[in-house]
């Protein structure tokens, strides 16, 4: 038997051959790890289970319709051919189609998708925009054919007839619908105009609904310096487009409610701040009359003739004051002087003689005897009593 010989690059052409027509269309489970998105667009990543490596390609042609984003762990099957790649010699999978294992496929995307973007932060609280509750203009953006569109409008024509609506057709979903919307949000967000938009479209299965899961649409929701409404499917439905804009409604008809307040509701606050306005002014003008009333008063103090007057008032309140007091300090040194004059005439010589008592005076000078040692013995003198004048001699 002859031998075979080959050149390396016979050999793995050849057994590349053969894999690949041992090996089509064949479906392969596995968990993925070192996934690598290359600049190309392809997909490169290992397929690994408990003992063994298999390296797979899903190339751009394939994964443009790959509806969530692939992360290491993650259990999958594929779906293609085994094959070579020659100048390396290396066996790899081409991947056609791929699937979640045990979960579905759009599932999957929606979560993957929904944790990525959480992550990063376009679903904080703090960058929502606040919805004006009486806008100029609202934009809408959703399909002309659909119920949505119809329910919209006739709900603000009964709540709010005044407001100017721009209506922007899109396509709702299918492939291409994410691009249109956020084509449109990027359109009216140019018209300085609206100050609200409103996407959205009726209920549907996740499918249909896909167009508001999609990354793209997302990062223009959140990137819109407009405040956004979202409104898809039924009150049951969340996509990714009601985390990330400002807020979410849970039909078409409600977000219609929420855009604008009703006419009647306008009417009731307009009366309420009437109300209060006239409050406010009413306790201004009561307020600047007493200030005014005080700033009269001062500036008639300040009047000449005023001033006069009211210094005379104050001259003739310290006269009266005077008086008073001086009439006081009199009455009170009379009743002192009708004190002294009585006690001076119960002192007076008089007084004395009327009680019995008697005055001596000397006969050579006249003057009051206050002592017997004054006079001589022999010596005369007078003694005056209340019944007259004796004369008397000092005997010893």
Request: aromatic share 8%.
């Amino acid at each position: 038997m002859r031998n075979l010989h080959y050149t390396v690059s016979e050999l793995i052409s050849k057994t590349r051959r053969v894999l690949e027509i041992s090996f089509k269309d064949i479906w392969v489970d596995g968990e993925i790890s070192n996934v690598h998105y290359h600049s190309s667009g392809h997909i490169y990543f290992t397929l690994k289970d408990g003992s063994s490596e298999l390296r797979c390609a899903m190339f751009k042609s394939t994964n443009r319709v790959l509806r969530f984003q692939l992360e290491d762990g993650m259990r999958i099957m594929i779906y293609g051919s085994l094959s070579i790649f020659e100048s390396r010699g290396q066996i790899q999978f081409i991947i056609e189609k791929l699937e979640v294992s045990g979960v579905g496929a759009l599932y999957q995307a929606y979560e993957t998708l929904k944790n990525k973007l959480e992550s990063e932060g376009l679903f904080s609280i703090d960058d929502k925009k606040t919805i004006k509750s009486i806008p100029k203009m609202v934009g809408i953006i959703t399909s002309n054919q659909g119920a949505a569109l119809k329910d919209i409008l006739n709900v603000l024509e009964r709540r709010a007839p005044f407001l100017n609506i721009i209506v922007c057709p899109t396509r709702v979903q299918g492939d291409g619908a994410a691009e249109e919307i956020s084509s449109a949000i990027i359109e009216l967000s140019n018209n300085r105009n609206i100050d609200t938009i409103i996407i959205g479209r009726g209920g549907g299965s996740i499918e249909d609904l896909w167009a508001f899961n999609e990354e793209v649409l997302a990062r223009t929701i959140y990137d819109c310096n407009i405040p956004i409404i979202s409104a898809v499917g039924h009150e049951t439905d969340f996509t990714i487009a009601d985390f990330v804009s400002d807020m979410r409604a849970a039909t078409p008809s409600v977000a219609a409610e929420l855009v604008c307040l009703s006419k009647y509701e306008i009417l009731q606050k307009m009366e309420s701040s009437y109300n209060e306005l006239i409050t406010i002014v009413n306790g201004l003008i009561n307020s600047k009359n007493f200030i005014l009333k005080n700033i009269s008063n001062q500036l008639s103090a300040l009047q000449p003739l005023n001033k006069i007057s009211a210094n005379k008032k104050s001259l003739n309140h310290i006269y009266n004051t005077i008086t008073k007091l001086i009439r006081y300090k009199l009455n009170n040194n009379n009743y002192d002087l009708d004190g002294y004059e009585k006690q001076l005439n119960n002192l007076g010589p008089k007084q004395v003689l009327d009680r019995g008592y008697s005055i001596a005076t000397s006969k050579e000078t006249n003057k009051i005897i206050r002592s017997a040692k004054s006079i001589m013995t022999g010596d005369l003198f007078s003694l005056q009593t209340r019944e007259g004048i004796l004369e008397a001699e000092k005997i010893s």
